[in-house]
Structure formats: structure tokens, C-alpha cells
């Protein structure tokens, strides 16, 4: 009895001990907090400011660039094509998630050797939406069209992330790799807006299966688009880590050797236009082409007289040419319309 309570008392004193010393410690250490929160507390809180900012955007940054339920029946209804034959189709995805696809076949001459165009839309909506687009270029440049809604979107499952965007299309690339009626050397991605930046990172990681790039008013980076549309405060000093969202097409856009086209609406209110232009000068490809449309808005251009022709042009050169270099003797690089 006498030995336990020795022990407990020793054990006591050791706490009081500790106790003493940390309160001293913390007594010492708090002199210079206080001394260099008078000197410093605007610096301080002006870090503080910007780090919670940092995670405030990290945190919604989804919420800020996906809008798969405007308008609000997009996720519940997807048109379908009228008086036309098609596909309505649903594929996985290598995580498993189920997407939905539209195929549009051309049925005209030389249908069987027909190109394909992979067709990734924007930021909003679904597929059903782009059908007055999509039917236009059937007619105009007699290609096959597939639509995809990706991941969230439409009749797809799950919820659109960056790395979740690349999974599906990868998945498309995939499935078309797989339809004995497709012709699979003659494979075009077209990108609108966010599109255009899942097209680029397709193209640089399958630059052997892909014919051809066309990218339509889409950005160089989302850091950098940040900074466009929140220019009072001083985003472009943030770092890459800040951002759940990246797609670096200004990076990317280095490993699309293969003929690409870039379209610009100079009158895209939401994305610089010039940011398509750097686009087109970063691109290694020998045969680029930049199609400028004064008038064209953000989501509008293929309205605008000469849209079609100038896609046309290009989509016939690549296919006509045995090798893509060769296009660089017949078209020049910049046409504005």
C-alpha cells in the first residue's frame, strides 16, 4: 500500500513538473507571437485571407466550372435525333462508369470510308443540345458523328471531374476502336470550349489513333482563366496545387503533332480569343490552320457564313493527303472570315 501510494505520488510530482514547464515554455513562446502579430498581423492576415480563399475555391471549384443541370431538364431529358437514323448507346468506362453516346452515321457516298468525328461539348448541358450543330456538320461535312455526355452529364452516371473527363474519353477513343464500320484511320476530335480541352489531352496521349484535332474557343489553362475572370484579386499567383481543375492545354498542346485546326469567335465574351491564337502558336504541328471569325461568339460561331466550308477544307485535306506535311503546300495557316 505504502509503495503504490509512493508511486502515485511520484508520479504526481512528475506531472506538476511537466506542467510548470510547458506553461513556461508557453509564456516564452507567446512573447514573440504577440511582438510579431503587432509588427506583422496585416501580413498575417492578409495570409490568412488568401489561404482561405485558396480553399474556399479549391473546395467549389467544381461547382464553379461544371453546370451539367443548366438548363435545368438537362440531366433528366436528352433530345434525340428525328427523322434520321442513329445510335443511342451507353459504354463503361475503365472505373466503371456508364456514359452515354449518340452516333450519327453519314449515309452518303463513300459512307463506309466516311471520317468519324469525336464531338466533346462544353461546360453545360447535353448532348441533345448540339444536335442543330451536330446535324449541320453531318450534312455539310459528310462525316459520321459521335456526341458524348460526359461523366454527370445528360443520361451519364456519376459526377464530371478533370481526371473523370480524361477516363471517358478515353473510353470513346476506345469504343471506336472497337466498330468494325468505322474507319479507324480517319478518326477527328472536335472540342468546343471545355471540349477543346479534353480533345487536347486525348490527342497528346493518342497521337498514333487520332487523324486530326479541330479545337473551338476553348482556353489555355483553368489557372489561367481564373485569372481572366477574377482580375481583382491576384489569382495568377496561386499555385497549380490550389486548383482540383487544371486542364494545361497550353502544355498538353505540345504533344498534338498531328494536323490541327483552332477556331475563334473574336467576339467570345467569355473566353479570350486570345488564348486561341496562343493555342495555334504552341501547337508543333506542321499543318495547323486558324480559322478567325469576327463575329463569333463563345458558343455561337458555327452560326457564322463560312464556318462550315472552312472545316470542310480542312477535314478533306487531311484525309486527301497520304501525308499530313503535304497539306502545308495547298492552304495557308490564318484565314479570317
Known sequence: ???????????????????????????????????????????ILLLLIFISIAGILYKFQDVLLYFPEQPSS???????????????????????????????RYTGDNSPYSPTVIYFHGNAGNIGHRLPNALLMLVNLKVNLLLVDYRGYGK???????????????????????????????????????????????????????????VENTF???????????????MRYLPLWCYKNKFLSYRKISQ???????????SDQLIPPVMMKQLY?????????????????????????GYFPALEQFIKEVVKSHSPEEMTKTASNVTII
Open 1 to 43: 500500500m505504502e509503495k503504490s501510494w509512493m508511486f502515485w505520488n511520484s508520479i504526481e510530482r512528475w506531472l506538476i513538473a511537466l506542467a510548470s514547464w510547458s506553461w513556461a515554455l508557453c509564456r516564452i513562446s507567446l512573447l514573440p507571437l504577440i511582438v510579431t502579430f503587432h509588427l506583422h498581423g496585416g501580413i
Open 74 to 104: 438537362s440531366r433528366l431529358y436528352v433530345p434525340m435525333p428525328t427523322g434520321i437514323p442513329h445510335e443511342n448507346i451507353f459504354i463503361r468506362t475503365k472505373d466503371g462508369v456508364r456514359l452515354n453516346l449518340i452516333l450519327i
Open 156 to 214: 451519364s452516371e456519376g459526377a464530371a471531374s478533370e481526371e473523370g473527363l480524361y477516363l471517358d474519353s478515353e473510353a470513346v477513343l476506345d469504343y471506336v476502336m472497337t466498330r468494325p464500320d468505322l474507319d479507324k484511320t480517319k478518326v477527328f476530335l472536335f472540342g468546343r470550349s471545355l471540349g477543346g480541352a479534353v480533345a487536347i489531352h486525348l490527342a497528346s496521349e493518342n497521337s498514333h489513333r487520332i487523324s486530326a484535332i479541330m
Open 220 to 234: 489555355l489553362s483553368i489557372p489561367h482563366m481564373a485569372s481572366t475572370l477574377f482580375s481583382f484579386f491576384p
Open 256 to 266: 498534338c503533332r498531328m494536323p490541327s485546326l483552332f477556331i475563334s469567335g473574336l
Open 281 to 305: 502558336e504552341l501547337s508543333p504541328s506542321r499543318t495547323k490552320r486558324l480559322a478567325i471569325f469576327p463575329e463569333g461568339t463563345h458558343n455561337d460561331t458555327w452560326q457564322c457564313q
